[in-house]
């Protein structure tokens, strides 16, 4: 679920949230305010009882007082933007978790400035509409940049897509592949390590037939 917060600063938060619905198409997105407590209501209804949920965002967002006004008192130290950049300040300095009134559990996290891949697997069923494109290409490892026959590329140029979507997966898939680099290097590493432990283990024991 994406969640914009203090959607009381702006004239129609739903502007902001079709705009984000462009981005993350099938995603759950919902405008709140702790100021209008209903307004997180959807949000309670992901924490029902047996369910675990985790807020991850920048600093300065909210998250410590949305979990307030979800337990219903000041329960976290919260803290203002600075006026001089409107950057927030670090209030939340260790992860928090606590129980939502009749319901499930929830995470409070310090604020994050990026976050990497666990899993690679789901970028096909985060972009789908992507992945539904590429059936269509005429090459079938089309990266979706100059090939030709590209329907990625043609559905951006028609506006079927949109390119910041496109540049988003793009991202994603780089992110993807530097990752699965980094783990082959380290089953490499991780291998040539084995390979000396078993050499030097096998050397030792001729050694000791030897001397016996």
Same mark, same amino acid.
């Given at each position: 679920?994406?969640?914009?917060?203090?959607?009381?600063?702006?004239?129609?938060?739903?502007?902001?949230?079709?705009?984000?619905?462009?981005?993350?198409?099938?995603?759950?997105?919902?405008?709140?305010?702790?100021?209008?407590?209903?307004?997180?209501?959807?949000?309670?209804?992901?924490?029902?009882?047996?369910?675990?949920?985790?807020?991850?965002?920048?600093?300065?967002?909210?998250?410590?007082?949305?979990?307030?006004?979800?337990?219903?008192?000041?329960?976290?130290?919260?803290?203002?933007?600075?006026?001089?950049?409107?950057?927030?300040?670090?209030?939340?300095?260790?992860?928090?978790?606590?129980?939502?009134?009749?319901?499930?559990?929830?995470? /409070?996290? &310090? =604020?994050?400035?990026?976050?990497?891949?666990?899993? +690679? !697997?789901? @970028?096909? #069923?985060?972009?789908?509409?992507?992945?539904?494109?590429?059936?269509?290409?005429?090459?079938?490892?089309?990266?979706?940049? /100059?090939? &030709? =026959?590209?329907?990625?590329?043609?559905?951006?140029? +028609? !506006?079927? @897509?949109? #390119?910041?979507?496109?540049?988003?997966?793009?991202?994603?898939?780089?992110?993807?592949?530097?990752?699965?680099?980094?783990q082959d290097e380290r089953a490499q590493i991780d291998r040539k390590r084995q390979g000396r432990?078993?050499?030097?283990?096998?050397?030792?024991?001729?050694?000791?037939?030897g001397s016996s």
């Amino acid at each position: 679920m994406i969640v914009l917060n203090k959607a009381d600063l702006v004239d129609d938060p739903q502007v902001q949230v079709d705009e984000m619905r462009a981005l993350a198409p099938g995603v759950d997105i919902h405008a709140v305010t702790t100021r209008r407590p209903a307004s997180l209501d959807p949000l309670r209804a992901h924490l029902a009882i047996g369910r675990t949920g985790a807020l991850l965002g920048s600093s300065g967002v909210g998250k410590s007082s949305i979990v307030n006004s979800l337990v219903g008192h000041e329960l976290l130290r919260t803290n203002d933007v600075r006026d001089s950049d409107s950057r927030g300040r670090h209030t939340s300095t260790n992860r928090q978790l606590v129980q939502v009134p009749d319901g499930g559990l929830l995470i /409070d996290t &310090p =604020g994050m400035r990026e976050l990497q891949l666990w899993d +690679s !697997g789901g @970028l096909t #069923e985060t972009f789908a509409d992507i992945a539904g494109l590429a059936e269509q290409c005429k090459f079938r490892d089309c990266r979706h940049r /100059d090939e &030709p =026959g590209c329907a990625v590329t043609a559905a951006v140029a +028609s !506006g079927e @897509l949109a #390119e910041s979507r496109r540049a988003s997966f793009r991202k994603l898939d780089a992110e993807r592949e530097h990752s699965e680099r980094q783990q082959d290097e380290r089953a490499q590493i991780d291998r040539k390590r084995q390979g000396r432990i078993g050499a030097k283990a096998l050397r030792k024991h001729l050694k000791e037939k030897g001397s016996s």
